[in-house]
């Protein structure tokens, strides 16, 4: 079964302070795929970012950056000179695309990320 | 171009009332999901809609949910009765249903934030 673990529940950081947020995952399948999603006060999910399971390239947009390391089964997100614009919940969830799958995701329990000025 | 929309944003209801959701997916996406979020959690998939018809409902509880999409556009969720576990954030998603059928990005709607009584 599929599964999302973000160990990481609260950080709190300063204004333009750096932060990384962890999301490691399990699968059987060799094929799937990942997101990341933010979650500010106003509950919407906002989609950031989709990686198939064959693509390990880092991603950088702006100030967020990516890594994916299928060795190690993670998928990070980095916020440089974070903003207090930056706080909210973000989730790592993974879509599995073997067998059987469809295009369910499975998140994990997300970080809450409090920017302060 | 519309995001998804749900109504109402906020219900508040006794135990063993009925309740209702609605949703409006993004225009033209057949595939449309409705989550659970409990607070402190990530979202949980309900049920999976591709056009009208069902492709996964295994964790709709479904002695007291129900949800259907008649005409593959929108789609209601009901929750008959209520119990006080229920009280959540209940999200609805759509991605366009074709082509790559496998991790598709889903978009997400605000939510509805149900409190049980």
């Known amino acids: 079964a599929q599964k999302v673990t973000q160990a990481q529940t609260e950080i709190s950081v300063v204004e333009k302070e750096d932060v990384t947020l962890d999301c490691v995952y399990e699968?059987?399948?060799?094929?799937?795929?990942l997101f990341w999603y933010k979650q500010p006060p106003s509950g919407e999910l906002v989609f950031l970012i989709r990686?198939?399971?064959?693509?390990?390239q880092n991603e950088i947009s702006g100030r967020y950056s990516w890594n994916f390391q299928k060795s190690t089964s993670s998928f990070n997100f980095t916020i440089t000179a974070s903003q207090v614009v930056d706080s909210a919940v973000y989730f790592c969830?993974?879509?599995?695309?073997?067998?059987?799958?469809?295009?369910?995701?499975?998140f994990g329990k997300g970080i809450t990320l409090s920017v302060r000025p | 171009e519309a995001g998804v929309a749900q109504s109402p944003r906020y219900k508040i209801i006794e135990k063993r009332q009925s309740v209702a959701f609605w949703c409006n997916p993004i225009?033209?996406?057949?595939?449309l999901y409705w989550y659970q979020q409990i607070l402190g959690q990530g979202p949980k998939l309900l049920i999976q809609?591709?056009?009208?018809?069902?492709?996964?409902d295994s964790q709709l509880p479904k002695d007291r949910f129900s949800a259907e999409r008649l005409k593959g556009v929108d789609s209601t969720l009901k929750i008959q009765p209520a119990k006080l576990e229920d009280s959540a954030v209940y999200l609805c998603a759509s991605s366009p249903g074709y082509g790559e059928l496998f991790g598709e990005t889903q978009y997400f709607g605000p939510g509805t934030r149900l409190l049980v009584l």
């Open positions: 809609f591709q056009n009208n018809g069902v492709v996964d």
């Open positions: 990686r198939n399971s064959f693509d390990e």
């Open positions: 225009s033209g996406h057949a595939t």
């Open positions: 969830a993974l879509s599995e695309a073997g067998a059987g799958a469809n295009s369910k995701l499975t």
């Open positions: 699968t059987r399948d060799t094929t799937y795929y």
